[in-house]
């Protein structure tokens, strides 16, 4: 008899239904169900911030959510950041700051930039710095991070403020 | 040529060799040559500084007439 | 000449400016794949079985329960890594390591794996593996192995470098000796001697992404590799050695990599992936957990120094010692000479001699941590150098640019520096801002110099054009840091085309020659070099064929500005062509269009970084907190600074989390204790300042653009530079690595200055 959840959600804006395990994390099911491998498992124990998703807007470690949490819920991943072929401004910021190395914590800080200028349009250095300790980084020392995100930020509100 | 502590041993303990040489390769040889329990100590890594230029890997490296060469274990980074 | 490799000290058009990186969109948009990104049909899920004991008799394994599991495909041992390496010592420990044979030597040694349908079935799968162990007595202290009652990690060590030769078996594996000089006569002379002893516990690279691997070996002895790593080659050629398959027929492509730092330069699980995609004949995928990458991959060397010097009144040092003790794990290597080798070589010194000691202990197989064995030898003499400016009431900077070594100086481990950077540094140091940033209470200033090698080795590059003028730049260097757009950009420069007409890939090995590892700072320097010459190899095909699309004599093209230019007054007729025009052309005048480069990259050099940092203590709690830091270091050429800088910074914030927090934290047990990122803090977004960066550029005579390799260094001078600075800010030395909260509070308390 098999103990597989059915479980129906919306990712990115679309809908999907996938079967898991009650033990699956929504990590694993974003990664290996969906073949959607921009959230990384970098420690599986949420203390790195690698896998960080929004679930209903909320900023989470997707390997301290369980697959079948999602189920009726909205998540968002670092694939759905970009509409149409354009990037988001924290995505060109990123590359324009050359802030990321290797870039495995890369769609980790992005989900999380994001979430920070959700809620906070205009955040200075410390909060940026805050907003962002739950993401670690090896390569960059974070500052040119800082930086792409403020840029971002920067961005964001003059094209709201010319709408 | 000068040769760094570790490798004294097999020299006799000498810390300094005349060699004629004109290439690593060379060098190398002729070390073996006189001092064949250098063979072991060479194929294990070594690398040769000629005039304060470190060279691991090329033999072909050309070692200029009066050139100060130095004979060391050989390094890695990360 | 193509391949010749003087500075030509030449103006540059695009070298030096900041475009985007070629894989930025792809790593910011989640499509780029890393080493648990690939997935194959069928594949099985590899997990390891680990040692729970430091050190144990591996007396009995049984398999026959996980065998027969439902699901379970393979299930491995030393059994199926049969030994052949043929008395190769490095090679048979890297086989050892990879999978225990009798014995178990550090907590989280492998000793089993397994390959299931998935994770479910191979985690209970290892939990039916039955180890039957003798536990051992341990030792993982590094002083505590050198006495002489310590149990013995490997048997067969007899200390090399001490005469007589020992018939003892010892922990310590080599004593090695480097210097020149009298240094007692030196002493002697001294008006001033101060003495002091160090500690620094062992850290690990702390990549992000954990090590991983897609591993699918045939019955007919071939077989492909997906792995994260910083040298597919290399990796080829262990793999195939330890397995016994050939290395043309291992094909291993490098996915991108989640951080190295050194910590990948070598194989661990990934020959035990391919023992079991063999025996299942299925691929398999193994991909490390955290835990497991702190237990058991190569973290760097726990140290105890000794440091004495001795100066005239005047600040000129007339001597100067060094004892070094690394520990290299439960396998022996080089790491305490290559402290011994780089303690002093920031200074001009008359008397010098360090003695550097590769110790064993029951803790997991050390590797390279970004100039290995440097940041350790460089907190122990960089302190005592502070110290000896108290007690000369110098100036610290002052005191290191009146002993710096320069051009002709005799390095103390033995060579004589031709044109090097380290005074520079100083002086840049000497006269930046941030030394004259004012300090408040409990705040202090600190700085120190540091020193390590660049390495070239084994390169290859291709450059193919394509018929419409864009460029296929392949290497084989792993990017680790942005080096593509390097590269990208050397090649715009050589060929005068824009940046955006070159997209330059890292390829497998099937596809080009050998090409060492990245590390030692090569990557830029020597895929940099191939490509250079590669790009004029190509230059003089472009020029030919321009030469037969006008018919004239080959001897009359020359090459400007992206185009084929007919020189003389009787071909002033004759229009440029540009590359994309002759590319148009090429089916028609000899075919593809290509330029190659195989060389062994050498000269890149030894290079300086001088750091300045302020840090702010509270006397209460021990909590410091970094106020400000500055990195200046010598690069020869930036080529693509946003990316040199990046390199400064990260180094610097490796070394700050060394400082302050990182360590290894073993119990009574010899287990490890805090095996994961919340208890092995390393620093977080909000932990650290804007890192100041400056570039000095003093070409490097051996590289045609002066490039010097750049992405160690920066390591070398933080731990020293945090010390220095909290020392000050603390009115105590602080002598133990990390100094954390508890350690700082003990040192204030205790109160020596």
Not at chain 3, 286 to 292: A, D, P, S, Y
Request: charged share 20%; aromatic share 6%.
């Amino acid at each position: 008899m098999s103990e597989g959840i059915h479980v129906a959600t919306t990712v990115n804006g679309d809908a999907v239904e996938y079967v898991c395990s009650p033990r699956e994390t929504l990590l694993d099911v974003l990664r290996n169900r969906l073949g959607l491998t921009g959230a990384k498992e970098g420690c599986g124990t949420g203390d790195c911030g690698a896998c960080s998703v929004t679930v209903d807007g909320r900023l989470v470690c997707s390997c301290l959510v369980l697959g079948a949490e999602a189920d009726g819920r909205e998540v968002t991943t670092v694939e759905g950041l970009s509409t149409g072929g354009k990037l988001h401004p924290l995505q060109t910021k990123f590359i324009e700051h050359a802030a990321l190395q290797c870039g495995i914590c890369t769609p980790g800080f992005l989900v999380s930039a994001k979430a920070l200028l959700d809620r906070n349009p205009d955040p200075n250095e410390e909060e940026i710095r805050y907003a962002l300790a739950g993401n670690l980084c090896r390569c960059t020392g974070y500052d040119k991070i800082v930086r792409a995100v403020s840029a971002a930020a920067k961005e964001i509100r003059n094209s709201n403020a010319n709408r | 040529m000068q040769l760094s502590a570790s490798l004294r041993e097999f020299a006799g303990g000498a810390a300094s060799v005349t060699v004629e040489a004109t290439s690593i390769r060379e060098l190398l040889r002729k070390l073996i040559e006189r001092f064949p329990r250098m063979q072991r100590r060479i194929d294990e890594g070594v690398a040769v500084s000629i005039n304060g230029e470190i060279y691991r890997d090329d033999r072909n490296q050309q070692i200029p007439d009066g050139a100060e060469v130095f004979l060391l274990p050989r390094i890695q980074g990360g | 000449m193509a391949t010749d490799t003087t500075f030509t000290n030449q103006e540059f058009k695009i070298v030096g400016t900041r475009p985007p990186r070629p894989d930025g969109v792809d790593k910011v948009t989640g499509r780029a794949r890393f080493g648990a990104d690939a997935s194959a049909a069928g594949q099985l899920v590899g997990l390891v079985l680990r040692s729970p004991h430091a050190h144990a008799k591996i007396k009995k394994i049984d398999t026959s329960k996980a065998e027969k599991l439902k699901g379970v495909k393979a299930v491995v041992t030393s059994a199926d890594l049969p030994d052949l390496t043929k008395g190769d010592r490095g090679m048979f420990d890297m086989l050892e390591n990879c999978m225990a044979r009798d014995r178990a030597l550090y907590d989280g040694h492998a000793v089993a794996a397994v390959a299931a349908i998935d994770a479910e079935t191979a985690r209970q799968a290892l939990k039916l593996i039955k180890v039957d162990y003798e536990v051992l007595p341990h030792v993982t202290d590094v002083d505590e192995a050198m006495k002489p009652n310590a149990p013995i990690v490997q048997p067969y060590i007899r200390t090399a470098g001490i005469e007589p030769k020992p018939t003892k078996a010892s922990n310590v594996a080599q004593k090695s000796e480097f210097g020149h000089g009298d240094v007692e006569a030196g002493f002697k002379q001294a008006d001033v001697i101060v003495e002091r002893s160090y500690k620094t516990e062992q850290t690990h690279q702390g990549y992000i992404e954990p090590h991983a691997c897609l591993a699918s070996v045939g019955p007919d002895g071939q077989g492909e590799l997906w792995v994260t790593t910083q040298g597919h080659f290399t990796f080829r050629n262990v793999c195939a050695g330890l397995l016994g398959m050939d290395i043309a027929k291992l094909k291993v492509t490098s996915s991108e990599i989640g951080g190295g730092f050194g910590g990948k330069t070598h194989v661990w699980a990934e020959p035990v992936a391919l023992a079991l995609s063999r025996k299942a004949n299925r691929p398999v995928k193994l991909v490390m957990t955290r835990e497991e990458v702190f237990r058991a991959t190569g973290p760097t060397c726990s140290t105890s120094i000794d440091v004495k010097i001795g100066a005239t009144k005047d600040g000129r040092i007339t001597a100067a010692t060094a004892t070094l003790r690394y520990q290299d794990g439960a396998f022996t290597s080089i790491w305490g000479m290559l402290g011994a080798m780089t303690s002093f070589a920031c200074y001009d010194l008359a008397n010098v001699k360090s003695i550097g000691y590769d110790v064993l202990v029951n803790r997991p197989k050390v590797a390279a941590y970004r100039a290995p064995s440097a940041p350790m030898a460089a907190f122990a003499v960089e302190s005592t150098m502070d110290l000896l400016a108290a007690e000369l009431k110098m100036d610290p900077i002052d005191l290191r640019i009146r002993n710096a070594a320069k051009e002709g100086t005799r390095a103390s481990y033995g060579p004589t520096y031709g044109p090097i950077g380290i005074g520079p540094t100083l002086q840049a140091a000497k006269n930046h801002p941030h030394m004259k940033a004012p300090l408040g209470k409990n705040q202090g200033r600190g700085m120190a110099c540091g020193f390590w090698f660049n390495f070239g080795g084994q390169t290859c590059t291709d450059l193919n054009i394509g018929v419409d003028g864009t460029v296929s730049l392949t290497v084989g260097t792993v990017d680790v840091g942005g080096s593509r757009a390097s590269l990208s950009l050397i090649a715009a420069e050589e060929l005068g085309i824009p940046y955006d007409r070159i997209k330059c890939t890292i390829a497998d090995t099937a596809s080009l020659g050998h090409n060492d590892t990245t590390e030692g700072s090569r990557g830029t320097f020597s895929s940099g070099m191939a490509t250079i010459f590669a790009a004029r190899n190509a230059i003089q095909v472009l020029k030919a064929r321009a030469a037969k699309m006008w018919d004239i004599d080959v001897a009359d093209v020359d090459w400007k500005n992206g185009r084929a230019v007919a020189l003389r007054a009787e071909h002033g007729n004759l229009n440029e062509l540009t590359l994309g025009e002759i590319a148009a052309k090429s089916p028609q005048t000899g075919g593809p269009i290509a330029g190659h480069n195989e060389t062994v990259a050498d000269g890149a050099g030894v290079s300086f970084a001088t750091h300045i940092c302020d840090i702010e203590v509270d006397p209460e709690t021990g909590k410091t907190k970094i106020l400000r830091y500055t990195v200046i270091q010598d690069a020869g050429k930036a080529i693509h600074p946003d990316y040199v800088e990046g390199q400064f910074q990260g180094a610097a914030a490796q070394g700050i989390g060394w400082a302050l927090n990182e360590e290894y934290i073993y119990g009574t047990d010899g287990r490890l204790q805090n095996a994961g990122f919340l208890d092995y803090r390393i620093p977080v977004c909000s932990d650290l300042p804007f890192i100041d960066t400056q570039i000095l550029e003093i070409p490097n005579p051996g590289h045609p653009y002066g490039v010097r390799g750049v992405g160690e260094t920066s390591i070398v001078p933080p731990l020293a530079a945090i010390a220095n600075a909290l020392s000050n800010a603390a009115g105590v030395r602080m002598t133990h690595i990390p100094m954390s909260p508890p350690r700082v509070l003990k040192a204030i308390k205790n109160g020596r200055h």
